[in-house]
Structure formats: C-alpha cells, structure tokens
C-alpha cells in the first residue's frame, strides 16, 4: 500500500510537470499580467490535502527550517532521499513545504494561507521556479519577479528568518533553451542576495558531468532527483543552513553615511548595478599594500571588498578572505577601505595612517592587496548602485569584466570557485 501511496503521487507530480507544447498560447507579453507574482492555489483535491497537512504540521510547532518549493523539494520525502533528510535535515527540526507540480505562485497563495503561521523558523531554504519556465509561460523577468515576491514575503512574515535562495536547478539532458532561460533567472535572483540574511546560493554545477550534461544517475528523467542527487543537494548546504538554524548570523554594520548638504535632503539611490552588469572602474588613492592595480584587466578575476578599520565584522572576516587568496592564488584579491570615518572639524586628516598601522598589526592575517578611498569614490560607484550600505561587502568579477556576485564575503566561496573554474 505504501508504494501504492508513491506511485500515486509521483504520477501526480509527473502530470503537472506536463510539457509546456501542449498549454494554451499566452497572452502578448505587453497585456498579459505576470502570473508568476499573482497568488494562486490549485484546485486538485490532493493538492488542498497536502497543504493542509502542511499547515497542521506547523501549528505543532517545534519549527526551526522550512524547505519552500516544489516536487523537487517534496522529494525529500521519497525513497533514499528521506535518509538522508532523517540524517542531516530532522535533527533541525526541519519541515518539507514542497509540493509537486507548484509554480511561484502557488507558493505565494501558500505562504498567505497557513504554510508559515504561527511560527518564525530561523533558516527557510527556498527552491522554485522550473515550473514557470515551461515554454512561454513566464518569461526570465516574470519568474524571478516572483521569487522576489516570495523571498519578499518570507521576509516580511519572519524578519528573523534567514533565507538560503537557491539558484533553480538545471534540467534536460543537454544544454538546451529552457536551461538557457533558467540561467537567466539565476542571474537575476542572485541579485536578492544582501549577505545579511538573504543568502544566494548556485548549486547547479554540482549535478552536471563536465559536458555539462546531467545523467540519470543523478536525474533519472533529467528534472528530479535520485538519492544520488539528493545526497549532492544536502553536502553543499548541510553545514550551511546548520550555521543559521544554531543562530550564528552573518554580521554586517551599517557604514558612515555622508550627511547630505545644508538645505538637501537625504535620498534613496535606485539599484543600478546588478550581478551581470560590467564593474565599475577602480578609483583609489592608492595602494596600501601589495601591488597596485589600475584597471580591471580582461581575464583575471577578482574580488573587490569594502571594509573599515572600525568595523568589528569586517575585522572578523580578514582571515577568511586571506584564506581564499591563498586558495585562489591568480585571483586579484583587493579589500579597499572606503568608509573612514571623517575627522573631526578642525583637527588633521590622520585616516591614512590609521590604515597603514592597521595593516601593520595585522601582518600576514591580512595577505592581500589593500587600497584607501578617502573620497569614497569607490563607494559611490559600487556600494551606492548595488543597493549596499553595510560593510563587509564584496564584489566579485569574472574574467569578462562582469560581476558575478554581491554579498557578504563569508558567502562568497562557492562563488568565487564556479567563477574561477569557468575562467
């Protein structure tokens, strides 16, 4: 009976799961709303079962991790994979919100209708999307609108909960266009990433052979995965959402703000620079220590960190940034020190030589190159675009000159590792 029970709903799952060839014609792009940021339920019967049981399950409490997604994530309930769960994913008090077949919005509906009431987990990890990018359901743009939407709305309902965003997982056999669109939304999520309690986080390339094709072994029909699979899932986020479950938040301060001039009024800059976007220039004093780097040349790859000498979290992630130096050795790694805090009136400017004695004390905990901004101009053209106004921050950027990530510096690892190996 209880295999009865699974082939049930793997049927199920697989039917909503149809290819998009057969679904009515969309709307034109420039009338239609976006589906994909519109809450909505499903009216199967079994469907409104399982997410009432969801919500029962919720109300008992006890509730420290959520998975949010679809039949991906509702896999963790299948055979094998459900060990592996028992193993690393239970002893966090963890509960699977995923249901098969579900795209975006249905995961909007269910997070205004029960599925997080009553509770405020302290990490919900979030993997959704494939289900919108059948065809021409939704475009890049729309499905990540509405993982926005619901990132946004996890947030909104427990301020508290930090959020691991993954990047949706590929799918087909081979590179084809609906992998290509998928990408595409990848890019566009990362961007959500503000390294405090949003953390983006790609695994993709994980279930990929070199080719970049996936195998059965991993995806037995190139879209769910096989314990296999679920294995690779779990050793690439355990020790990660463990670090956010136990409440070891990522530390972040605010940094200086410049007062606006006398009559002026303070404004909000929009978000103008996004993962993707070529890098802004290099506008230092100069060099502090290690060799000086004008431009950003084409086919390096480098990490740009905003920090300051005063900044208690910026101090506590140097030894980490030494270590991905010594790890990456051809990766330019440059911490720039832009937010000084200003002398006082009247007195001398001695902000540089603070940061010179600075890096002296540090010595070899601190080995890699360091640059002084005393204008901030490096804080008006990367910070201030990028939406970041906490330090530590780090950029990274490929080897094409475009930023691959924004964030806190201790999220950055995977990152800077699928970045350089893609040089």
Not at 219 to 237: E, R, V
Not at 299 to 317: L, R
Not at 375 to 389: C, L, V
Request: hydrophobic content about 40%.
């Amino acid at each position: 009976m209880h295999r009865f029970k699974l082939a049930v709903i793997h049927c199920l799952i697989s039917l909503t799961l149809l290819p998009a060839a057969i679904a009515q014609p969309p709307q034109p792009a420039a009338t239609r709303a976006n589906t994909a940021t519109t809450p909505a339920p499903r009216k199967d019967g079994w469907w409104n079962q399982r997410h009432e049981a969801m919500n029962a399950r919720v109300k008992q409490g006890n509730v420290d991790l959520v998975f949010i997604g679809d039949s991906i994530t509702q896999g963790w309930e299948g055979d094998g994979a459900k060990d592996i769960w028992a193993k690393d994913f239970a002893p966090l008090h963890a509960v699977n919100l995923g249901i098969g077949g579900d795209r975006t919005e249905q995961v909007l509906w269910r997070l205004d209708n029960g599925n997080l009431e009553g509770i405020s987990p302290k990490a919900a990890v979030i993997m959704i999307g494939t289900n919108n990018s059948n065809g021409s359901d939704n475009t890049s743009e729309e499905i990540a609108a509405g993982i926005k939407a619901i990132v946004e709305k996890v947030r909104v309902k427990s301020p508290t909960t930090h959020v691991l965003l993954l990047a949706i997982f590929p799918r087909g056999e081979k590179p084809n266009p609906q992998r290509e669109k998928i990408e595409k939304v990848n890019v566009l999520i990362s961007a959500l990433d503000d390294g405090r309690m949003v953390h983006y986080l790609d695994i993709g390339h994980k279930f990929l052979q070199p080719d970049g094709t996936l195998t059965k072994e991993i995806m037995p029909d190139f879209l769910h995965l096989s314990p296999k699979g679920y294995q690779i899932w779990a050793d690439n986020t355990t020790a990660r959402i463990t670090e956010y479950v136990n409440a070891k938040s990522i530390p972040a301060v605010p940094m200086t703000p410049i007062k606006p001039a006398p009559g002026q009024k303070a404004q909000t800059a929009p978000v103008t620079l996004h993962v993707g976007d070529a890098a802004p220039a290099l506008t230092v004093d100069s060099f502090v220590k290690g060799e000086e780097v004008k431009t950003l040349a084409a086919g390096k790859v480098y990490v740009v960190e905003f920090w300051a000498t005063w900044c208690g979290p910026c101090i506590e992630s140097i030894p980490h940034l030494t270590e991905l130096q010594h790890k990456h050795k051809d990766v330019v790694c440059i911490g720039v020190a832009s937010s000084e805090r200003q002398p006082a009136e009247g007195a001398a400017d001695t902000r540089l030589e603070g940061v010179k004695s600075f890096i002296a004390k540090q010595g070899d905990k601190m080995d890699y190159r360091v640059a002084y901004d005393s204008k901030r101009a490096m804080s008006n053209s990367w910070m201030k675009p990028a939406g970041q106004n906490t330090i530590p921050t780090a950029f990274i950027v490929d080897s094409k000159g475009k930023i691959a990530f924004i964030g806190h510096p201790n999220e950055m690892e995977a990152a800077l590792a699928k970045v350089v190996a893609a040089k």
